[in-house]
């Protein structure tokens, strides 16, 4: 029999999804959201910080590359988006070069150290300001600039760690291609987002190809991007759409 902590769901918010998945993401688990440009990884995400917020959850966005304030113009204006969940810091929001420049490890990244340093400083702002939703958007720069598969090995198995002391829930966002294969082994769910070809009309899908203790639909999502949110559509038949 499972154990009650193995039944507990993060509930995200996020039209559809939740159904897929038997009532949400497995809490204190750390998801992979993968796929190509342009197919609604940062709003998955994103949206999945504002619905927790809702819901008196805060969060924590990391981001690798990009001004939070670029990478919010870049996706859709949801009709519930709240800029008083930034402001009062029920989501709150890192630029992962700001965090390395101040502790002096910019030039050290390629260095164990360095990364056991960057776990350390993502676990003490989750503890200290009760983090209970965490984004990383984008693992692939970051991928890029340790360089080492072993040391991002190391990466994502302390930061799943740190999350499941935390009893925080994790999404990690990231770009197809050969580098997401050792982060889709470590990740406890994976989530598809790809573009599909019907007839000449490009549709954005999604579809969920593992998730750690929990059953799910196999079945591959069309996916909408409106003001109200992310919504589902089953685009082929088989599955469990309850």
């Known amino acids: ?42 709003s998955l995400a994103l949206e999945f910080l504002v619905r927790g917020a809702m819901m008196g ?11 939070f304030g670029k990478l919010i113009s870049s996706i859709p204006r949801f009709d519930f988006m709240d800029a008083d969940h930034f402001e009062n810091e029920n989501i709150m929001t890192l630029e992962l070069p700001e ?16 990364v056991l340093e960057l776990c350390s400083k993502l676990k003490k702002t989750i503890k200290e300001n009760e983090i209970k939703r965490f984004v990383l958007d984008s693992l692939t720069p970051l991928h890029f600039e340790i360089g080492s ?3 991002v090995h190391h990466l ?16 990690l966002v990231s770009d197809s291609g050969p580098l997401s294969e050792i982060e889709k082994i470590v990740a406890d769910g994976v989530l598809l987002m790809s573009n599909f070809d019907r007839g000449g009309d490009l ?3 999604m579809q969920v190809i593992k998730m750690k203790g929990t059953e799910h639909s196999r079945s591959r999502y069309a996916i909408d991007l409106t003001t109200m949110g992310m919504l589902t559509t089953p685009l082929l038949k088989g599955g469990m759409n309850r």
């Open 57 to 67: 959850e805060k969060g924590l966005l990391v981001n690798t590359v990009e001004p």
């Open 149 to 151: 598969e072993k040391l």
């Open 203 to 205: 549709l954005r899908t």
């Open 99 to 114: 965090i390395l420049e101040s502790a002096g490890l910019m030039e050290q990244i390629k260095e164990e150290k360095a």
């Open 156 to 171: 994502l198995r302390r930061m799943s760690q740190i999350l499941y002391e935390d009893h925080c829930t994790g999404i």
């Open 1 to 42: 029999m499972a154990s009650e902590r193995e039944r507990e769901r993060c509930v995200t918010g996020i039209e559809g999804l939740d159904r897929i998945l038997g009532g949400g993401l497995p809490c204190s688990s750390i998801t992979l959201v993968t796929g190509d440009c342009g197919t609604g990884k940062s």
